[in-house]
T-cell receptor
């Protein structure tokens, strides 16, 4: 069965450009999370989607970050006017509500 | 969510048992103890979780202290494929977003 997939696997961009990261969750998983992981550090929560409820955006670090999810399927994380400090691995996870989270392989973002 | 404390790194020999400790002295009565691990260049994967009683699954065992202020993840026979960063995380199922608060984890090094 298919797990969580993310694309692209790697993204190199120039400072000031916008980037869009994609996450395809496991079919049937109503919960979807985005995390950021800087080199050598633990995961930092960004945003949480649950069904049709309003997303929990409490972890987004600035208004340059936004995310959308269509129903219970694909989600996109958008970073506008990227900065070098945005360089990190961006991880997506999905789950049934309250259950273990299944993670994708991540997108490694490098801002030059 | 309450905070957890883990050693930065541990070493073990292949084929030997590994005991990974985690302290969570401020755990609340409803917090579950979750363990995830992250292999190099991959997203995290669920290992095990428990509330009060010790738990076993095909990957590992979880031993929880009687006062629940600490726990130990036990890998019964470590292999080179178990080399990863292991995260101990507390989660309250009553939290509305089920987010996991991640620390830096323990980097487990397996020596052949």
């Amino acid at each position: 069965g298919a797990g969580v997939s993310q694309s692209p696997s790697n993204k190199v961009t120039e400072k000031g450009k916008d980037v869009e990261l994609r996450c395809d969750p496991i079919s049937g998983h109503t919960a979807l999370y985005w995390y950021r992981q800087r080199l050598g550090q633990g995961l930092e929560f960004l945003i949480y989607f649950q069904g049709n409820s309003a997303p929990d955006k409490s972890g987004l670090p600035s208004d340059r970050f936004s995310a959308e999810r269509t129903g219970e399927s694909v989600s996109t994380l958008t970073i506008q006017r990227t900065q070098q400090e945005d360089s990190a691995v961006y991880l997506c996870a999905s789950s049934l509500v309250g259950n273990e989270q299944f993670f994708g392989p991540g997108t490694r973002l490098t801002v030059l | 969510d309450a905070k957890t404390t883990q050693p930065n790194s541990m070493e073990s020999n292949e084929e030997e048992p590994v005991h990974l400790p985690c302290n969570h002295s401020t755990i609340s009565g409803t917090d579950y103890i979750h363990w995830y691990r992250q292999l190099p260049s991959q997203g995290p994967e669920y290992v095990i979780h428990g509330l009060t009683s010790n738990v076993n699954n095909r990957m590992a065992s979880l031993a929880i202290a009687e006062d629940r202020k600490s726990s130990t993840l036990i890998l019964h026979r470590a292999t080179l494929r178990d080399a990863a960063v292991y995260y101990c995380i507390l989660r309250d199922p009553m939290d509305s977003n089920y987010q996991l608060i991640w620390g830096a984890g323990t980097k487990l090094i397996i020596k052949p």
